[in-house]
Nanobody, 116 residues
């Protein structure tokens, strides 16, 4: 079955950096676009970044453009989210997503807290 396991979240100060990882299994990872979403308390889940199956094309939410970088290692079935220049507004649970056959699959999420 499809499994997505995120890691790398934690507590950091404004201006800091964190790198999230998502290890995928149960599907042909290198054939699918992968995404990172985030959800803050009381807010809807929002798309943060998308990377195509080859890792060549990426897209970002305006709020993270220039600060976050999505990448992938198809040999390791892993997608990454490098987050730099963190702000208080980046505090959220971050989720890895794969859409396969029209079905959205999610990891359990990893908490990122930015606090001074």
């Amino acid at each position: 079955q499809v499994q997505l396991v995120e890691s790398g979240g934690g507590l950091d100060q404004p201006g800091g950096s964190l790198r999230l990882s998502c290890v995928a299994s149960g599907f042909a990872f290198s054939s699918y676009r992968m995404s990172w979403y985030r959800q803050s308390p009381g807010k809807e889940r929002e798309l943060v970044a998308v990377i195509n199956y080859r890792g060549i094309n990426t897209n970002y939410a305006d709020s993270v453009k220039g600060r976050f970088t999505i990448s992938r290692d198809n040999g390791k079935n892993t997608v990454f989210l490098q987050m730099n220049s963190l702000t208080l507004e980046d505090t959220a649970v971050y989720f890895c997503n794969a859409r396969i056959g029209g079905i959205d699959y999610w990891g359990q999420g990893t908490q990122v807290t930015v606090s001074s």
